[in-house]
């Protein structure tokens, strides 16, 4: 099965199996920085290495990513990817200080970088863990790997691996609005499962048709 392949049915579930994982999501991020946060996916595409590297404005686009590992069933890698400025959004609500920034030397890089990969897990843990509830298959994700620097720099990791047997990766669109700023976040998560992963899924799915 090659990514471009996903029939109108088979992205209208992965989005769905997306909205659980994000409203889990929303519930632990709430917790964690004691604002009522909501989360959604309006969006799941099947793109091209060439189109997601645009989707997040070039290769020569500074971006925070994290990276991580699939274990289990069916491997593969996923990236959030956030832009200079959501990070750092995300981080002064979770560290309280309104005037931090990435850019600069505050002392405060440890400590963002450790809220950074919290939010990472939480949202990362939370999607796969609706998929493998939905189906059934075990997915573990590694610790997060998180780097600040171009984004062709930093998705070059994932994708040779993926390459080598795909032009495709599906990206899942995620929305982070926080009801007491009325800030909204967009995040793109990007799940790169083998092509023989992503058969498993759907097939555990009982989805198995290319219909439009």
Known sequence: MEYVHLSKLQKDVLREVGNIGAGNAA?????????????????????????????????EQVIVALLFQIYGDVPGTVYFILSVEEAESLIRKMIQDENFSLTEENGNNEMAFSALKEIG??????????????????????????????????????LLEISQVS????????????????????????????????????????????EE
């Open 167 to 210: 032009d495709y990766a599906l990206i899942i669109d995620t929305q982070i609005i926080s009801n007491d700023s009325g800030d909204g976040i967009t995040g793109n998560f990007f799940l790169l499962p083998k092509p023989e992963s992503l058969s498993a899924i759907f097939q555990a799915l009982g989805i198995n048709g290319y």
């Open 121 to 158: 897990n939480i949202v990362t843990g939370s999607y796969l863990t609706a998929l493998s509830d939905f189906t059934n298959i075990h997915m573990q994700p590694s610790v997060p790997y998180l780097n600040i620097d171009m984004a062709g720099a930093l998705l070059t990791y994932g």
């Open 27 to 59: 519930t632990s991020l709430s917790k964690l920085i004691n604002e009522q946060i909501h989360m959604k996916v309006p969006s799941v595409n099947i793109v091209t290495f060439d189109e997601m590297m645009e989707l997040i404005g070039g290769p």
